[in-house]
């Protein structure tokens, strides 16, 4: 029960400080460049990590809806990135960090939209919160 969230609250702690690490590295380096580092440094990592843990098979074996929406899903993540190192560059983190976790709600109102996802009275609170914090947190 716990695996989940864990891993969740790890994502969080990892994004945080890459905010912070991508700010001092795009300072003297274009962010597409420091964005096609990032992601070359992200290739490299998890190859290593799907050939120890022995998890590759050929394309082909995959189901092809779930390649599609991985591609897709590869391609919104590019377009995350990009548009993230490029505000990161031109604004400060403090500001750039606030604003980009408003992906958190685009995906609850996703997540009900696309996977009709049914959400309580408190989820949507908590959203309204977050929403809420995050423009109290951008504003200055």
């Known amino acids: 029960m716990w695996s989940w969230k864990l891993f969740a609250l790890g994502s969080a702690l990892f994004a945080g400080v890459t905010a912070v690490l991508a700010k001092i590295g795009v ?7 420091a964005t096609l580092i990032r992601t070359v440094v992200i290739l490299i990592f998890l190859a ?3 050939y120890s843990r022995k998890e590759w098979r050929p394309l082909g074996s995959w189901e092809s809806k779930s390649l599609v929406f991985l591609v897709l899903s590869g ?3 590019g377009l995350s990135w990009m548009c993230y190192y490029r505000a990161l560059q031109l604004g400060p983190a403090s500001l750039v960090a606030p604003l980009d976790k408003l992906s958190l709600v685009v995906a609850i109102v996703l997540a ?3 996977l009709g996802e ?4 408190w989820h949507w609170a908590g959203a309204t919160c977050v929403t809420v914090g995050v423009l109290i947190l951008a504003i200055k």
């Open 112 to 114: 009900v939209l696309v």
């Open 27 to 33: 300072k003297d380096i274009p962010s597409n460049v």
């Open 75 to 77: 391609l919104a993540t």
């Open 48 to 50: 290593a990590v799907v």
């Open 118 to 121: 049914r959400l309580t009275l």
